[in-house]
């Protein structure tokens, strides 16, 4: 018997998921007593996951493509995890593992709890903790399946290195066949994705402008952050709707996120309820960002963030 984790990848390199579910899976893999296996796709050299615990590796190749194709994936990971006995499957909380986990679960008549945010308080019953309600509350599941697969909330375990020197192979495997077809694919280049972001900088209406984003630019790129923005914001085409972030937009689970001019709608609350720490900085007081918010300022953008990023730029020459 094994643990599987699903560790995705892009342009060649792991993304941060990829290291927190082979931690998680590392942990799980020592609490239940099994080995770690990882699966990539099309990634040639392994190496970098030998300091999360992991004891084996399989590359899959055959002809898989860059773009992602939940259906191909899923026949893929589901072939690894019957010739491995694989018993517990770790994926994470991108969009992709979103759309491959119910196919997969299907394929290894498996039972999936999404949202998990802890390691399993038993493993004989499978019970779990998970966030539900967009993380205003915690549930316990309970699954007497023989296998299981476990979707990690983002930023929930964190990355914890444990060095290990895991056996490297590949697995040569037919891709199935999709009725989709991707025709092309619009990536943003040369930023942090919100996604991998440790520190998430989001700008709103209350910036009144496109022409002053370079404000909340400049502050990212002192922080090393990602950019986003509130779904008004997108929606004016003063910033990519790729950079929306609320309950209708793309979830964040930073341990910073700073929210500059933005109200604090119910349904941007929701999208940024996972993140550790909130601050806001707001002009008006009875803004309802502040009722969520860790710290906030009450003040004029425009007054607050240049001396902000004056200070920044002090602290960091010193």
């Known amino acids: 018997m094994a643990v599987l984790t699903y560790t995705e990848s892009e342009n060649g390199s792991f993304k941060k ?40 590796v399989v590359n899959i190749t055959g002809g898989f493509s860059e773009t992602f194709s939940a259906k191909k994936f899923a026949a893929a990971i589901a ?80 990355i914890i290195e444990t060095q290990s020197t895991p056996e490297q192979t590949s697995m040569t495997t037919d891709e199935a066949s999709s009725s989709m077809v991707v025709s092309s694919v619009e990536k943003v280049t040369g930023t942090i994705t919100i996604a991998d972001a440790d520190i998430v900088v989001s700008g709103g209406r209350g910036l009144k402008g496109p022409e002053n984003w370079h404000l909340v630019e400049e502050l990212a790129s002192i922080l090393g952050a990602a950019t986003a923005c509130s779904k008004p914001v997108s929606d004016m085409g003063w910033r990519p709707h790729s950079e929306h972030v609320g309950q209708t937009g793309k979830p964040v689970a930073s341990n910073l ?38 710290y906030g300022i009450v003040g004029d953008a425009f007054d607050v963030l240049p001396k902000l990023i004056e200070k920044l730029k002090t602290f960091k020459a010193a």
């Open 17 to 56: 998921s990829a290291f927190e579910v082979a931690s998680y899976g590392k942990a799980l893999a020592d609490q239940t007593g099994q080995k770690l296996v990882a699966v990539t796709f099309n990634q040639e050299d392994g190496s970098a996951l030998s300091a999360y615990g992991v004891d084996l």
């Open 79 to 158: 072939q690894v995890a019957s010739e491995k006995e694989v018993n517990l499957v770790v994926i994470s909380s991108s969009a992709n593992s979103k759309y491959l986990a119910p196919l997969l679960a299907v394929k290894l008549t498996a039972a999936y709890t999404s949202n998990v945010v802890a390691l399993p308080s038993s493993t004989e019953p499978l019970t779990l903790k998970r966030s539900c309600y967009t993380s205003k509350a915690f549930s316990t599941v309970t699954s007497n399946q023989p296998i299981n697969i476990i979707g990690l909330s983002s930023n929930a375990f964190g």
């Open 257 to 294: 996120y700073i929210a500059i001019g933005v109200s604090g709608a119910i349904q941007h609350l929701a999208g940024i309820n996972s993140c550790k720490v909130k601050v806001v900085i707001n002009i008006d007081p009875e803004a309802p960002f502040f009722k969520a918010a860790d």
